[in-house]
């Protein structure tokens, strides 16, 4: 049976792009002289239960991968009990996973802890992130203010700042809605911002 290098792409929403992972991926793709293969998703971090991951995970299951790349960690998921669970499958059938930008190697000791201090991180953050958005929807209730958007009508000043927030939140791979909840804009206005 011929094996593959598997590359797993995943953005969080339909509306972001891969063009931040592509580059990375492809260059280090082309160095390659194994097959590759691309699995893509656009789908959420907090479950595996994803088309592109189901398929990688098939291939898997039937002997047919020779090494996993992803361009960071958390693009193969966001919760330390799923990460944690593949990086000890992939070590079981001694399937190499490449890290590019997080430089990690499961076939050591060093590089599995590693990889386990990264899945930890990244659950971290997501949780952070939506005790945040909690947080924020709180205050605004508290300040008799309404969740979910403006009066009809009234228009929000985009300022330097939050545009540079929102296009800083796109790159680092948050959804338009979340970027919207988080600094309270409408999500056409996160659109210009990041088209700007």
């Known amino acids: 049976m011929t094996q593959h290098v598997a590359i797993y792409i995943r953005v969080s929403s339909k509306r972001q792009d891969l063009a931040s992972q592509l580059p990375d991926l492809e260059a280090w793709a082309g160095s390659q002289r194994s097959e590759v293969r691309y699995y893509r998703d656009k789908f959420t971090g907090k479950t595996l239960d994803r088309p592109g991951w189901i398929k990688l995970q098939s291939a898997i299951d039937r002997g047919e991968v020779a090494k996993v790349v992803c361009w960071r960690l958390d693009r193969l998921g966001r919760t330390a009990k799923g990460l ?17 930008k997080d430089g990690i190697d499961l076939s050591t000791a060093s590089g599995r802890m590693l990889a386990n201090v990264l899945a930890s991180v990244a659950q971290f953050e997501t949780e952070l ?68």
């Open 84 to 100: 944690t669970a593949l990086f000890a499958d992939l070590t079981d059938r001694k399937i190499p996973l490449v890290s590019l």
């Open 129 to 196: 992130r939506a005790e945040r958005v909690l947080a924020g929807q709180a205050a605004a209730r508290a300040a008799g203010k309404s969740i979910g958007g403006r009066k009809a009508g009234t228009r929000v000043r985009l300022t330097q700042e939050k545009e540079r927030a929102v296009k800083r939140l796109h790159r680092a791979g948050t959804s338009v809605s979340e970027i919207a909840r988080t600094l309270q804009l409408s999500r056409p206005t996160i659109y210009k911002a990041i088209q700007a």
